[in-house]
């Protein structure tokens, strides 16, 4: 069973949605009890382990996990959109907090 030990939130500070994100990574930080690594357009870290096109091109942002034992995850690469059309920060709370449990729990790989 591996461990969380660190968020990496991969954004960029023109991105529409980057408060929101950050928003989101710190507080999944703080109640998971995990460090916080932001990264600013590191597209090589995202072609390796986050989501990509058809074409193999990574976009942002993207909120990744780092295990103790060296692994890294994804986590979640879109924020989901409410009933409104706009970002749902809670559901995509919900949606990186079951992904963690899945993890550290040995049911997500």
């Not at 968020?7 to 009890?33: F, N, S």
């Not at 870290?45 to 990509?52: A, R």
Request: hydrophobic content about 40%; overall charge negative.
């Amino acid at each position: 069973m591996s461990q969380l030990k660190k968020l990496i939130l991969v954004t960029a500070d023109h991105h529409p949605q980057h408060k929101l994100w950050v928003e989101l990574a710190e507080r999944l930080a703080k109640e998971l009890g995990a460090e916080l690594d932001v990264r600013y357009e590191d597209y090589v870290l995202l072609v390796e382990y986050g989501d990509t096109d058809d074409l193999g091109m990574a976009w942002l942002p993207q909120l990744l996990a780092e295990l103790d034992d060296g692994k890294i995850v994804l986590l979640l690469s879109r924020l989901p959109l409410g009933k409104d059309l706009n970002p749902d920060l809670e559901e995509a709370y919900h949606t990186v907090i079951k992904r963690v449990d899945e993890i550290t729990s040995g049911q997500g790989s």
